[in-house]
């Protein structure tokens, strides 16, 4: 068996941009047959936006963030998908904070209430964040058992759309939804922004942003190396594929190597690394995703920590060596909106046991083997997996597929947006 170690469609010429809902199966933001296998997408997309045409070197990195919500404050109702969280807060405060200045109507947060051991905790942050902006209204949506990977949310958009990156992205439908006919904001975006640069451990020295510790002349030396030779010192420590045991060991291999290119190929600059991460098919897969649910529904969703403008004023304000880590860029940012707490936490609100419920673990049980690739899937070995309490994330977009080829043929669920009726009108067939 070959396994491809590059993915045909990432820079394929007249890529459809992100924001088209098409729904077509030959995408090239659809997930191929290796990434469904590993869970994760590889690669650039060729048709990515590049930073350089839109950039305003005037605008700081909170101006920018600024022009890019005003426009989705003129098109209400505006809501803000809002989890407490550092980026969807600091969204949240921007939208406030121009919504104010211009005489807009403020942003609506709106919460997906999931079911998890943590759900107290985040509904504190979430309270103090809205009594912090002085926010008149809050939507909250009680989502209970539905948020399985078989519930009803998910098993909607596997009919509708076929597998998707990610593979939550059907927590989103119950924002989206609530956003009809208007925008949703999210803070999709801030968790590659401001924390995956791996050359930051090292800006950070440069900047006299950390002192320096023994290990540093080392470290700075691999780092200085030449690609090549630095790619060599690397690679052999690097086992990516090794930690998915459904795969078969020519396709973790592939995989391996996909997930190796993308870490060594990441810039030395911050404001070069920016363009790079720019144009990741992982964060174009995952936006064409969202674009596909908000037509659904007639709503407009944006990103705004991807939009060009910001990450253009963002490359402008840290130059070479950045910002910091996340929390000093944060604070930099946005700490004039925000408390310091808000900006410092490093909790996140997980949701693997909800996503992993009792109709995900009903199907595993009996499942037979079908509906995945068997040359780069091992199907003993991927059931052991989901038969674990919590299965590993990087095996839900294989649940889909399998739970897809045992649908009856002409299940699919069409649903057109009717803005007159302002609902969805769902009708059976192709």
């Known amino acids: 068996m070959a396994v491809p170690t590059e993915n045909p469609d990432a820079t394929a010429s007249g890529a459809p941009e992100v924001g088209d809902a098409g729904a077509a199966s030959d995408s090239p933001l659809r997930p191929t047959a290796l990434e469904i296998a590993s869970g994760s997408v590889y690669g650039e997309h060729g048709a990515s936006g590049t930073l350089r045409d839109r950039g305003d070197r005037a605008l700081t990195p909170l101006a920018a963030l600024g022009e890019v919500v005003k426009p989705a404050l003129r098109r209400p109702p505006c809501l803000v998908s809002f989890s407490g969280g550092r980026d969807s807060s600091c969204v949240l405060a921007t939208a406030t904070q121009v919504a104010a200045r211009e005489g807009l109507p403020p942003p609506v947060p709106v919460t997906v209430r999931v079911p998890n051991p943590l759900s107290a905790e985040e509904s504190t942050w979430q309270e103090d964040v ?36 990610p593979p939550n992205i059907f927590l989103q439908l119950p924002l989206l939804e609530a956003a009809r006919g208007g925008t949703l904001l999210t803070g999709f975006g801030g968790d590659e922004v401001f924390a995956t640069w791996r050359w930051a451990h090292y800006a950070d020295l440069l900047a006299r942003r950390r002192r320096p510790t023994p290990r540093d002349p080392i470290r700075f030396a691999r780092a200085a190396a030449p690609a090549a030779l630095r790619r060599r010192w690397e690679r052999p420590r690097w086992r990516w594929g090794e930690n998915l045991p459904w795969l078969r060991p020519e396709a973790a291999h592939a995989v391996t190597e996909l997930a190796f290119a993308a870490r060594a190929d990441q810039p ?12 990741r098919r992982t964060l174009a897969t995952a936006q064409w995703s969202f674009s596909l649910l908000a037509a659904d529904v007639g709503a407009t ?81 991927l059931k052991r997996e989901w038969l674990e309490p919590i299965p590993k994330g990087g095996t839900a977009m294989l649940l889909h597929a399998a739970w897809l080829s045992q649908e009856p043929e002409g299940s699919v669920t069409e649903i ?15």
């Not at 926010?135 to 058992?145: K, M, N, S």
């Open 301 to 381: 969703v944006v990103h705004p920590f991807l939009d060009p403008l910001f990450l253009q004023a963002l490359a402008t304000a840290g130059g070479r060596l950045g910002l910091g880590e996340r929390t000093n860029a944060l604070r930099e940012i946005f700490g004039a909106l925000l408390p310091a707490p808000v900006l410092a936490r490093t909790t996140k609100a997980n949701y693997d046991s909800a996503f992993w419920g009792e109709r995900s673990h009903e199907f595993a049980a009996r499942w037979d083997g079908s509906g995945v690739d068997p040359e780069l899937v091992d199907p003993e070995a």
């Open 130 to 165: 809205v009594r912090h902006l002085g926010l008149p209204d809050r939507e909250v949506i009680d989502v209970g058992d539905r948020m399985d990977r078989l519930g009803p949310f998910s098993v909607r958009l596997l009919r509708r759309h076929g597998v998707l990156f």
């Open 416 to 430: 057109a947006y009717d803005p007159a009726r302002g609902r969805d009108q769902g009708s059976r067939g192709q």
């Open 268 to 279: 030395r600059s911050w404001s070069r690394w920016l363009h790079w991460v720019a144009r």
